[in-house]
């Protein structure tokens, strides 16, 4: 190409206007002048050099109208389209996929309950040891009226009948408890107050209240009550009146050859030994008395035996003061002892019996 079609025209003079003329289809065309003015024939001619289109250098490619006509749009996207496409996944990709989302979504689910059936947890929990200390706030005072009505009723008997509905084992104290009232009249007491009122254990077995009452004669009466539910409450009559095979005067002035009976006695070790049981070696002599009494014997338990090691035990647990225990006692045939009899066996380790299943320490 021509460059000088782009630098500027010659130096003219002022009054002198630009002349230009227009190149026609030929290769040389006529140019026409500006505002219709006449070209001199001094004046110098400038001719604009274009070369022929054939010299010319277009798009490397031009297609004609036909090619395009009935040809669809080219985008971007169609170009891909053209690529090879992926070969699908296994339905069985897509199963794990699923499992592992699902295990997701659990373990997910699981993380957010948690905190939540925990609160939950407790709040019940909560809920339920409340109940419970409602109920047994309920039990207890429940229990102390059950507790004070029997008292009150037990004392107010007028008849046996009448009170072995207010004494535990009935069937078996009631020959005990008519044969005791029959040589000790029977008065119905009322009770004015109940003075005092604490629960006892026996051994590792609970239940059982001691009552002290105070009575309309003047007497301050105590019992031993056990509670066998908060309505359900019974008086140990045998402790009451502390019941005895035989009268102890009659046992201890009368000794009879042979006999064997099961008293509620104070224990406690001593040191005097005659006749039989002079042999301190082969022998422990324990002092035995009752309630209401001054009459006292003498028990003795070989060394080598149960009764023996079970009682020094009882005894010392106790501080070596006396102890409250049902024993059962033993004159042997032909003592020549006046206070001495053997002691067979511990019937229980207090004066009132458990139930009938109670264990017995002996040494038969």
């Known amino acids: 190409m021509d460059f000088s079609a782009f630098l ?10 630009p002349k230009l003329r227009t190149v026609d289809e030929g290769p040389e065309g006529e140019v026409s002048l500006l505002d219709e003015q006449t070209m001199g024939e001094n004046e110098e001619k400038l001719r604009l050099e274009v070369k022929d289109r054939s010299e010319l250098k277009f798009r490397t490619h031009e297609p004609k109208i036909k090619e395009w006509v ?34 997701g979504t659990s373990w997910l689910a699981v993380e957010i309950s948690g905190p939540r059936k925990q609160e939950d947890k407790l709040i019940i929990e909560t809920q339920i040891l409340l109940e419970r200390e409602k109920q047994a706030e309920i039990d207890a005072r429940q229990t102390i009226d059950t507790i004070e009505e029997v008292t009150r009723k037990f004392h107010a008997s007028s008849s046996t009948d009448e009170m072995l509905k207010y004494v535990r084992h009935p069937n078996r104290v009631g020959p005990s408890l008519r044969e005791y009232y029959s040589k000790n009249p029977m008065k119905g007491s009322e009770v004015v107050s ?20 105070e009575l309309s004669s003047g007497i301050d009466a105590e019992l031993v009550v056990e509670v066998n539910s908060p309505t359900d409450a019974k008086v140990d009559w ?37 006749y039989e049981f002079a042999d301190e070696k082969k022998y422990q002599a324990f002092k035995l008395s009752t309630l209401n009494s001054s009459e006292v014997l003498y028990g003795y338990a070989t060394r080598d035996g149960k009764v023996f090691r079970e009682l020094v035990e009882l005894i010392t647990k106790n501080s070596n003061q006396k102890l409250p225990l049902m024993l059962r006692l033993h004159l042997q045939e032909g003592l020549q002892s006046k206070d001495g009899l053997l002691i067979e066996q511990i019937v229980s380790p207090s004066w009132f019996l458990i139930d009938f299943t109670e264990v017995k320490i002996d040494d038969r």
């Not at 500027?8 to 206007?17: A, H, L, T, V």
């Not at 170009?79 to 199963?95: C, E, M, S, V, Y």
């Open 194 to 213: 109940v003075v005092d009122m604490n629960p006892m254990t026996h051994g590792r077995r609970g239940g059982f209240w001691v009552v002290l009452s």
């Open 70 to 103: 009935g040809q669809d749009d080219v985008t971007l996207e169609d170009n891909w389209n053209t690529q090879k496409q992926p070969a699908r996944l296994h339905k069985g990709f897509w199963t794990a996929i699923g499992v592992v989302l699902l295990a």
């Open 238 to 274: 045998e402790t009451h009146v502390c019941a005895q095979p035989m009268e102890w005067e009659r046992f201890v002035k009368d000794r009879p050859a042979g006999y064997s009976g099961d008293f509620r006695v104070f224990a406690q070790l001593d040191n005097f030994y005659n």
């Open 8 to 17: 500027g025209s010659p130096m003219r003079k002022k009054d002198d206007k």
